[in-house]
């Protein structure tokens, strides 16, 4: 077979196979005709690849066109929910407002009903005073009037008698008038002149009585005029106990406060043995402006006195229950061990210590009180507040610069809106 399929060439003398050669071209047909083919698919394909390329192209366009036409849409959805929402909103703080305005009316009209209940009722005040001022001053008119008239009628009773007696008589009553009117200008003057040390006296007397009065148990010495010293001496007495000490007291009732009184003072206060001393007086001391001690000696004003010489007192009988107690020193700390391990101390303790609890317990009770109240109203305050800037905000909004700035809602140096001309 191999040999019936190839040939000689007569020319050069070579063998060449047949088959070989009718394969190369066939192959080559096939190629051929396949490149063809290729070439042929190759263009449908390039023009396939154009129209998809114009396609995608003009889908893209339309994507974008349809995305644009959307967005548009879904910001008009948009703008409508949002002013839907708004209006609700909207709504919703003017119902609130309108309720909030409606109580803040309400409690005005309430507080202006009261404030006109209270207009009239001082108005009718003031017109029944008007009226009694007005009756007042009629009446005085016509006593005036009719003592007037009397003293006319006398005046000429007095007249007509006058002028029936004798000259004589009349010299003696213009004389006696004369002698009547030089004897009240003396007294007048003597009045003036005893003025100062009748007002001592007056509270001299006042401190004696108050003394006498608050003290029954104590005895009130009054020192006679003309005697050296104060004016009077208090002696301590209790119910058990006889003479547990001695205050001096002297009062004062001049325009100025002389300093030679307290040295004065303090050698009365020795003369007589007395445990304390006590200035009364209507005019303090320079350097001490109320109650207080100078000097070892008290000085203090007719108010201040009551009350001091009730702790002085005290003082007195503690100071002399002091010294009692230590004459018996071992009796009095049996006593004492006894009275501190009784059940009677330990009661009182025990109604000290529960007063000062429930006077604590009430004490904090009133103070969460009050807290609460503080909250609410501060809570209250709060929300009108709130209530009011959102509505000022709203009316700003739709108004604009129609609308003239509240400072309290503004930022700090924000420029006051005005009308544009």
Same mark, same amino acid.
């Given at each position: 077979?191999?040999?019936?399929?190839?040939?000689?060439?007569?020319?050069?003398?070579?063998?060449?196979?047949?088959?070989?050669?009718?394969?190369?071209?066939?192959?080559?047909?096939?190629?051929?005709?396949?490149?063809?083919?290729?070439?042929?698919?190759?263009?449908?394909?390039?023009?396939?690849?154009?129209?998809?390329?114009?396609? !995608?192209?003009?889908? @893209?366009? +339309?994507? #974008?066109?349809?995305? =644009?036409?959307? /967005?548009?849409?879904? $910001?008009? *959805?948009?703008?409508?929910?949002?002013?839907?929402?708004?209006?609700?909103?909207?709504?919703?703080?003017?119902?609130?407002?309108?309720?909030?305005?409606?109580?803040?009316?309400?409690?005005?009209?309430?507080?202006?009903?009261?404030?006109?209940?209270?207009?009239?009722?001082?108005?009718?005040?003031?017109?029944?005073?008007?009226?009694?001022?007005?009756?007042?001053?009629?009446?005085?008119?016509?006593?005036?009037?009719?003592?007037?008239?009397?003293?006319?009628?006398?005046?000429?009773?007095?007249?007509?008698?006058?002028?029936?007696?004798?000259?004589?008589?009349?010299?003696?009553?213009?004389?006696?008038?004369?002698?009547?009117? !030089?004897?009240?200008? @003396?007294? +007048?003057? #003597?009045?003036?002149? =005893?003025?100062? /040390?009748?007002?001592? $006296?007056? *509270?001299?007397?006042?401190?004696?009585?108050?003394?006498?009065?608050?003290?029954?148990?104590?005895?009130?010495?009054?020192?006679?005029?003309?005697?050296?010293?104060?004016?009077?001496?208090?002696?301590?007495?209790?119910?058990?106990?006889?003479?547990?000490?001695?205050?001096?007291?002297?009062?004062?009732?001049?325009?100025?406060?002389?300093?030679?009184?307290?040295?004065?003072?303090?050698?009365?206060?020795?003369?007589?043995?007395?445990?304390?001393?006590?200035?009364?007086?209507?005019?303090?001391?320079?350097?001490?402006?109320?109650?207080?001690?100078?000097?070892?000696?008290?000085?203090?004003?007719?108010?201040?006195?009551?009350?001091?010489?009730?702790?002085?007192?005290?003082?007195?009988?503690?100071?002399?229950?002091?010294?009692?107690?230590? $004459?018996?020193?071992?009796?009095?700390?049996?006593?004492?061990?006894?009275?501190?391990?009784?059940?009677?101390?330990?009661?009182?303790?025990?109604?000290?210590?529960?007063?000062?609890?429930?006077?604590?317990?009430?004490?904090?009770?009133?103070?969460?009180?009050?807290?609460?109240?503080?909250?609410?109203?501060?809570?209250?305050?709060?929300?009108?507040?709130?209530?009011?800037?959102?509505?000022?905000?709203?009316?700003?909004?739709?108004?604009?610069?129609?609308?003239?700035?509240?400072?309290?809602?503004?930022?700090?140096?924000?420029?006051?809106?005005?009308?544009?001309?």
């Amino acid at each position: 077979m191999t040999n019936q399929t190839k040939i000689i060439c007569p020319e050069c003398g070579a063998s060449i196979d047949v088959q070989d050669v009718l394969a190369h071209q066939l192959e080559a047909g096939i190629k051929k005709k396949y490149d063809s083919l290729l070439h042929e698919e190759q263009m449908k394909f390039n023009v396939q690849q154009e129209q998809l390329l114009r396609d !995608k192209e003009a889908f @893209e366009e +339309k994507k #974008k066109r349809e995305n =644009a036409l959307f /967005q548009e849409r879904l $910001e008009k *959805q948009r703008e409508e929910d949002r002013k839907i929402m708004q209006q609700e909103i909207r709504k919703k703080i003017s119902e609130e407002q309108a309720a909030e305005l409606g109580l803040l009316q309400k409690e005005l009209n309430e507080k202006s009903e009261k404030l006109r209940e209270l207009n009239q009722a001082k108005a009718e005040i003031e017109r029944l005073k008007r009226e009694k001022q007005e009756a007042k001053a009629q009446a005085e008119l016509e006593a005036e009037k009719k003592l007037n008239q009397t003293l006319s009628l006398e005046r000429d009773k007095i007249q007509k008698l006058e002028a029936e007696r004798s000259e004589l008589k009349f010299r003696e009553l213009e004389k006696q008038l004369e002698d009547q009117k !030089k004897l009240t200008e @003396e007294m +007048k003057r #003597k009045q003036d002149q =005893a003025s100062g /040390q009748f007002q001592g $006296e007056v *509270q001299e007397l006042a401190i004696e009585e108050w003394l006498a009065t608050n003290f029954p148990l104590d005895t009130i010495q009054e020192i006679k005029k003309g005697e050296r010293g104060g004016d009077c001496l208090q002696i301590v007495h209790t119910r058990t106990q006889q003479n547990c000490g001695t205050i001096y007291y002297e009062s004062k009732r001049t325009k100025q406060f002389q300093q030679a009184w307290l040295e004065k003072f303090k050698a009365d206060i020795r003369d007589k043995g007395a445990d304390i001393g006590v200035i009364v007086t209507e005019v303090m001391p320079s350097d001490l402006p109320r109650m207080g001690q100078k000097e070892g000696i008290w000085i203090c004003n007719y108010e201040e006195f009551k009350g001091l010489s009730g702790v002085l007192r005290q003082t007195i009988i503690q100071i002399h229950q002091m010294a009692a107690a230590q $004459e018996n020193k071992g009796d009095k700390m049996h006593l004492l061990y006894h009275y501190l391990t009784s059940s009677a101390f330990r009661m009182q303790i025990e109604a000290i210590v529960e007063g000062f609890i429930q006077l604590k317990d009430d004490l904090e009770s009133e103070k969460r009180a009050m807290q609460k109240i503080w909250k609410q109203r501060e809570k209250q305050i709060e929300k009108v507040l709130i209530n009011t800037t959102d509505m000022y905000g709203s009316i700003k909004g739709i108004a604009g610069n129609a609308v003239e700035n509240v400072r309290a809602l503004e930022l700090p140096g924000a420029e006051p809106s005005g009308s544009e001309e």
